[in-house]
């Protein structure tokens, strides 16, 4: 019988269960369509440095502005997306072969 | 309806995933030690390069084809394995994986009006957010879903419903008897010799005939051939218990210490997979060769049964190293080792022995479990019995020249992309 029971000193202040902080939980949106790159070479405009490890997931949709990475010319590469290519999301064979993925996510190493 | 989700070419598609210069060019993927070829994509299966085929004899149609040739590289597919896992149960709450590249999906309960069109749009959905082909079969039972996939390969557009044809026996018909799920080399024999050649005669053969030479787990894939549901959720037909786990040499061996140090290495490997599994092994079989490609060949196996099932490593290497002691023949030049457990149990159904010492083999546990958690958290073997050798004499570990990066497990292994 719970509420027959009897306690001394102080409740812990800490009923609840201790919950911290996960940075997985805010940077991957999808664990399974997330991969990460590693930058090689800086891009001022898009905030980029060499050595940054950019997180992509490949289930969103483009919109207009966001970072993708596409295949072109048989390699990876970073595309800002403008108005005109923002697509709707049925996905033709086109859109598959030329998207990698959409970028959510900079990781910046400052020290 | 169940439907199976087949990975196309899945070990060659995993490479392509961050080399878009590899789309459409032929991909080999090589066997541990890069022995033979166990992955072809499918420019690469058209140049003739067939399943299992020795490296060496290919070499020239690689060079002269430009063929992207991998030594296996199962950090990446078993990454890819579980992305492609985990993105299948976010269309199906019952999933049940069946391989590295297969998954059984109990579509009952989504109440689905087109099954096709939701085969269509998990197909694209893995394509795009996981990055790997797939090909989808639909049937009533496991065994016609298996069937369905074999066809929805060939289809463009990887999807198969043998459940809708109208003529379903007709589809059967042009299906090989030893290409049934299930169906061996040993019993597609004795089916020929009455002439059952096809699926479709299986499926309308004698269920006496059926159940006296091939045994009830025959019958049930007959059952399962004329849409009746025998193997349900997480059942198979071809059960095998067994882990095995075997390697072809980084060179040839003849000395007994060797041989027993590579012995003791890969039996420690195996009897943590048994554990992984939580089961417990009563055979254990080691088993020893030279190269297939010289003329006295020797292959040599011996079988050594366990007092009580085990599956702690000193007990399961004690008695590999058992049965190489019995297999092994002086002055040859070997090339393969393996072991294989066998008579496979689950740790619930152990009957404790007479003479078994609870206190000891729980102690063991503990040790066990612990060695097995270092290990994985380090993804390689970091633990392991002094019989397996130290690392700088392990002469043996294969070598995997041609490995990709593993891009998704390792920091300091990520793709690049220039900015």
């Given at each position: 019988?719970?509420?027959?029971?009897?306690?001394?000193?102080?409740?812990?202040?800490?009923?609840?269960?201790?919950?911290?902080?996960?940075?997985?939980?805010?940077?991957?949106?999808?664990?399974?369509?997330?991969?990460?790159?590693?930058?090689?070479?800086?891009?001022?405009?898009?905030?980029?440095?060499?050595?940054?490890?950019?997180?992509?997931?490949?289930?969103?949709?483009?919109?207009?502005?966001?970072?993708?990475?596409?295949?072109?010319?048989?390699?990876?590469?970073?595309?800002?997306?403008?108005?005109?290519?923002?697509?709707?999301?049925?996905?033709?064979?086109?859109?598959?072969?030329?998207?990698?993925?959409?970028?959510?996510?900079?990781?910046?190493?400052?020290? | 309806?169940?439907?199976?989700?087949?990975?196309?070419?899945?070990?060659?598609?995993?490479?392509?995933?961050?080399?878009?210069?590899?789309?459409?060019?032929?991909?080999?993927?090589?066997?541990?030690?890069?022995?033979?070829?166990?992955?072809?994509?499918?420019?690469?299966?058209?140049?003739?390069?067939?399943?299992?085929?020795?490296?060496?004899?290919?070499?020239?149609?690689?060079?002269?084809?430009?063929?992207?040739?991998?030594?296996?590289?199962?950090?990446?597919?078993?990454?890819?394995?579980?992305?492609?896992?985990?993105?299948?149960?976010?269309?199906?709450?019952?999933?049940?994986?069946?391989?590295?590249?297969?998954?059984?999906?109990?579509?009952?309960?989504?109440?689905?009006?087109?099954?096709?069109?939701?085969?269509?749009?998990?197909?694209?959905?893995?394509?795009?957010?996981?990055?790997?082909?797939?090909?989808?079969?639909?049937?009533?039972?496991?065994?016609?879903?298996?069937?369905?996939?074999?066809?929805?390969?060939?289809?463009?557009?990887?999807?198969?419903?043998?459940?809708?044809?109208?003529?379903?026996?007709?589809?059967?018909?042009?299906?090989?008897?030893?290409?049934?799920?299930?169906?061996?080399?040993?019993?597609?024999?004795?089916?020929?010799?009455?002439?059952?050649?096809?699926?479709?005669?299986?499926?309308?053969?004698?269920?006496?005939?059926?159940?006296?030479?091939?045994?009830?787990?025959?019958?049930?894939?007959?059952?399962?051939?004329?849409?009746?549901?025998?193997?349900?959720?997480?059942?198979?037909?071809?059960?095998?218990?067994?882990?095995?786990?075997?390697?072809?040499?980084?060179?040839?061996?003849?000395?007994y210490?060797?041989?027993s140090?590579?012995?003791?290495?890969?039996?420690?490997?195996?009897?943590?997979?048994?554990?992984?599994?939580?089961?417990?092994?009563?055979?254990?079989?080691t088993?020893?060769?030279?190269?297939?490609?010289?003329?006295?060949?020797?292959?040599?196996?011996k079988?050594v049964?366990?007092?009580?099932?085990?599956?702690?490593?000193?007990?399961?290497?004690?008695?590999?190293l058992e049965g190489l002691r019995l297999a092994y023949?002086?002055?040859?030049?070997?090339?393969?080792?393996?072991?294989?457990?066998?008579?496979?149990?689950?740790?619930?159904?152990?009957?404790?022995?007479?003479?078994?010492?609870?206190?000891?083999?729980?102690?063991?546990?503990?040790?066990?479990?612990?060695?097995?958690?270092?290990?994985?958290?380090?993804?390689?073997?970091?633990?392991?019995?002094?019989?397996?050798?130290?690392?700088?004499?392990?002469?043996?570990?294969?070598?995997?020249?041609?490995?990709?990066?593993?891009?998704?497990?390792?920091?300091?292994?990520?793709?690049?992309?220039?900015?």
């Amino acid at each position: 019988m719970g509420r027959f029971n009897t306690t001394t000193g102080f409740p812990t202040p800490a009923a609840e269960k201790a919950h911290s902080l996960d940075l997985n939980e805010l940077i991957i949106y999808n664990r399974a369509s997330t991969y990460f790159l590693r930058a090689s070479g800086d891009c001022l405009k898009l905030g980029i440095c060499n050595g940054d490890i950019l997180v992509i997931d490949r289930s969103l949709n483009p919109c207009d502005g966001d970072i993708a990475v596409v295949v072109k010319d048989d390699s990876l590469q970073l595309k800002e997306i403008i108005p005109s290519e923002v697509i709707h999301p049925n996905f033709s064979d086109e859109w598959q072969e030329r998207f990698f993925g959409i970028v959510t996510w900079v990781i910046h190493k400052a020290k | 309806m169940i439907a199976l989700v087949d990975c196309d070419s899945f070990y060659a598609s995993c490479e392509r995933i961050f080399r878009p210069d590899l789309k459409d060019k032929p991909v080999i993927v090589l066997s541990n030690n890069d022995g033979c070829v166990i992955a072809r994509s499918r420019e690469a299966k058209a140049l003739g390069i067939s399943m299992g085929v020795p490296y060496f004899k290919v070499r020239e149609v690689v060079t002269k084809n430009n063929v992207a040739v991998f030594s296996s590289n199962y950090a990446l597919y078993q990454d890819i394995s579980s992305r492609a896992l985990e993105t299948i149960r976010n269309f199906c709450p019952e999933v049940e994986p069946y391989s590295i590249d297969e998954s059984f999906l109990i579509l009952d309960s989504l109440r689905l009006r087109d099954e096709a069109a939701f085969a269509k749009r998990l197909r694209q959905f893995i394509k795009r957010s996981v990055g790997i082909p797939v090909s989808v079969g639909i049937g009533q039972t496991k065994t016609l879903a298996k069937i369905a996939t074999k066809i929805a390969k060939q289809a463009d557009e990887g999807i198969y419903n043998i459940a809708a044809q109208e003529d379903p026996d007709c589809i059967l018909a042009s299906m090989a008897v030893e290409d049934i799920w299930g169906i061996g080399q040993h019993q597609s024999k004795k089916l020929r010799a009455v002439r059952i050649r096809t699926a479709r005669d299986l499926k309308y053969a004698e269920d006496g005939w059926i159940k006296k030479h091939l045994s009830v787990v025959g019958l049930r894939t007959v059952y399962e051939l004329r849409g009746f549901r025998c193997f349900g959720f997480k059942e198979i037909p071809d059960n095998r218990k067994s882990i095995c786990v075997s390697r072809s040499l980084g060179t040839y061996l003849t000395n007994y210490n060797e041989l027993s140090q590579a012995v003791a290495f890969y039996a420690s490997l195996a009897s943590e997979k048994l554990r992984a599994q939580r089961s417990l092994a009563n055979v254990v079989t080691t088993y020893i060769s030279t190269s297939f490609h010289v003329p006295d060949c020797y292959w040599g196996s011996k079988r050594v049964c366990l007092a009580t099932p085990k599956n702690d490593s000193p007990s399961i290497v004690r008695a590999a190293l058992e049965g190489l002691r019995l297999a092994y023949i002086e002055g040859k030049k070997y090339k393969r080792v393996g072991v294989l457990l066998s008579e496979i149990s689950s740790c619930k159904e152990l009957q404790k022995g007479l003479f078994c010492d609870i206190k000891q083999s729980k102690k063991l546990d503990i040790l066990m479990r612990e060695i097995d958690k270092i290990n994985l958290e380090a993804n390689k073997p970091l633990v392991w019995l002094a019989a397996g050798g130290k690392p700088e004499s392990q002469k043996w570990v294969t070598s995997a020249s041609m490995r990709s990066p593993r891009y998704t497990s390792y920091w300091d292994e990520l793709p690049t992309i220039k900015v």
